[in-house]
């Protein structure tokens, strides 16, 4: 089968019970339903079922809208509390990325993307500072500069997010990804981006907090550096996981080469991550996540 052949990809959580399997399967493979791929876990400690499963899209006889509207039949059977989704892999995935100064993570995704590596439409990068607009619209891509005033101007700061705010809901993305952007998101925008925002920080928290953690680590003779992709909720850093990694480091190296690693495990953890979100391999429930 073509790698890039159409898709459907249908999500699900509910509360585990026997036939829940069978009940899904047996509705795809009635309407003649190719399941390509298939992934089920149940979480003992909240006794929950989720599943992820792909389907030819040649193999049903009707399109997602109808996919979707004969679904919610089998959903509302399985259990009213069950948590669905269906998507279509033939609509390529809308992304906008805000950045601040530091490059490494939006050079890392405009490779991946211009490569096709990452097959996403990536529609814009905004910008609180103009360093990043060159190498952005190198690549063909709209870079947007919103610069954001001192913390002595609250007013000003709420406005710049306003315009940002704007800026992204032009696009009606499916993910907002801030690879280093350096800012806190007001509560309004956590909640209006809730499960689309990922954001992309070391993992030293909540060890090595506040300034210059890597200066902090280094003192503190660590042995591991890594980074933590997660979803942005209005508590700050502590959003549902998707992706983390570790590289190890010893007493050979020195700050820039921590940094250097650090910003290498970063750049990898979120296209991981980005990846995961826009093939709807992650199932979020609470706090925690599964990840097909």
Known sequence: MPPNERRYVLTLGCPDRTGIVARIASFLAERGGWIIEAGYHTDPDTGWFFTRQEVRADSLPFGVDELRERFAEVADQLDERTEWHVSDTGRRRRVVILVSKEGHCLHDLLGRVGSGELDVDLRAVIGNHPHLGPITEAHGIP???????????????????????????????????????????????????????????????????????????????????????????????????????????????SVPDMVRKGRDIEKIVLARGLRAHVEDRVLVHDQRTVIF
């Not at 315009?163 to 209006?192: K, N, S, T, Y």
């Not at 981006?193 to 993992?203: F, T």
């Open 143 to 253: 870079f947007h500069h919103v610069p954001f005033p001192s913390s002595k101007d609250p007013q000003g700061k709420q406005d710049a997010f306003a315009r940002i705010g704007e800026l992204v809901e032009a696009q009606d993305p499916d993910a907002i990804v801030l690879a280093r952007f350096m800012q806190v998101l007001p509560p309004e925008l956590c909640r209006a981006w809730q499960g689309r925002a990922l954001n992309i920080h070391h993992s030293f928290l909540p060890s090595f907090a506040g300034a210059r953690p890597y200066h902090q680590a280094y003192q503190r003779g660590v042995k591991l550096v890594g980074a933590t992709c997660h979803y942005v909720t209005a508590d700050l850093d502590a959003g549902p996981i998707i992706e983390q990694d570790v590289t190890r480091v010893d007493h050979t190296d």
